[in-house]
């Protein structure tokens, strides 16, 4: 009875945050937590999951690049440093207009002494970043396939990459190497990680102040597939694959243990391919034990796997402290359904 109360609670508050933001003239988020993992001495890292619904596309990038300067600000103010990790596909070049958008907004108005000022306000903030990639296609980093490349490209060149004026310094933003064996590629950016991310909440592992992703319309995230041995790798931090079922089929990327050490972490889904993933992902997570025929009873494609954990969906087994998803009402779509 308990899970039945549960289920119809969230699917009374997901189409009340759809109604209010489809009524919403000002292009603004909604946002609800539907869940609490555990209790937490500290609101700020509290376990939840977090559902930011964005009128648009535009709308939904641009919550994202304030929403990362904000967790910047904290993590610099609290900690003198930002540790990040981005995935691929379409999230650089989404964060990389919300990111710069929020920081031109601030400066619009402002003089030119103001704006330089502004500028060197800017090149101080971004000198605390330290970049990494949640995962990585194991090509050169001049590759067009490259998230490295994809990053710099849409983003740090922008803010001068490291060779401009102001912008992450280039030796703060960490790519694997390319030019050792797979598996050794991923042992050593295991160590980078090591070496410049300090343990937190989980102890001996590295936690990221953010960790940003993506997911595919399978309900991937990073390279972590669906079925995928990958996915019960619980030793090693940053692991090889050399079977993608996406080309290319070589790539490097971070495991559980590691995303879930995050002291946050967001996704960022727009568009309607990402619908019925991104309802079964909701549903995993507020149902909290639900059994594997009450599962399949409601949402017939999900399976769960032994570790009572859904195994057809790695996107929703991402527990870090925070996890936030920023989504555009076309991805939303079905969430009231």
């Not at 440093?81 to 995935?87: C, E, H, K, L, Q």
């Not at 057809?312 to 009402?329: C, G, K, M, N, T």
């Amino acid at each position: 009875l308990q899970r039945l109360i549960r289920l119809v609670a969230l699917a009374v508050s997901l189409a009340a945050i759809i109604l209010a933001a489809s009524n919403n003239n000002n292009n603004t988020t909604t946002k609800l937590t539907i869940m609490s993992k555990k209790k937490s001495s500290s609101a700020a890292e509290s376990d939840s999951l977090i559902l930011h619904i964005a009128s648009t596309k535009t709308d939904m990038a641009l919550q994202v690049g304030q929403f990362v300067r904000d967790r910047a600000k904290l993590a610099i103010h609290e900690r003198g440093r930002f540790t990040i990790a981005f995935s691929g596909g379409s999230l650089p070049a989404i964060v990389a207009h919300g990111l710069l958008a929020s920081a031109a907004a601030q400066a619009e108005d402002d003089s030119k002494a103001e704006q330089e000022a502004a500028q060197k306000r800017e090149a101080q903030f971004y000198s605390k970043w330290h970049v990494f990639f949640a995962d990585e296609r194991y090509v050169p980093l001049d590759d067009k396939d490259s998230n490295y490349k994809a990053c710099v490209d849409v983003l740090f060149s922008k803010l001068g990459g490291g060779s401009g004026k102001y912008g992450v310094p280039a030796d703060q933003i960490y790519a694997i190497d390319p030019t050792l064996e797979l598996p050794e590629a991923a042992r050593a950016y295991e160590q980078l990680v090591r070496k410049h991310v300090k343990p937190a909440r989980v102890a001996g592992v590295p936690a990221f102040d953010l960790v940003l992703l993506g997911m595919g319309p399978d309900g991937h995230t990073c390279s972590l597939f669906p079925g995928h041995k990958i996915l019960r790798e619980m030793h090693s931090l940053v692991a090889p694959i050399d079977d993608s079922p996406k080309p290319p089929s070589k790539r490097v990327t971070m495991t559980y243990p590691l995303l879930d050490a995050a002291r946050c972490a967001a996704f960022v889904a727009a568009g309607a391919a990402k619908q019925s993933a991104l309802v079964s992902v909701l549903a995993s997570a507020s149902n909290d034990g639900m059994s594997s025929a009450a599962a399949n009873q409601r949402h017939g494609h999900i399976r769960m796997g032994s570790n009572g954990k859904d195994d057809r969906l790695p996107a929703a087994r991402i527990s870090s402290s925070q996890v936030h998803w920023f989504i555009d009402e076309a991805a939303a779509a079905k969430l009231h359904q």
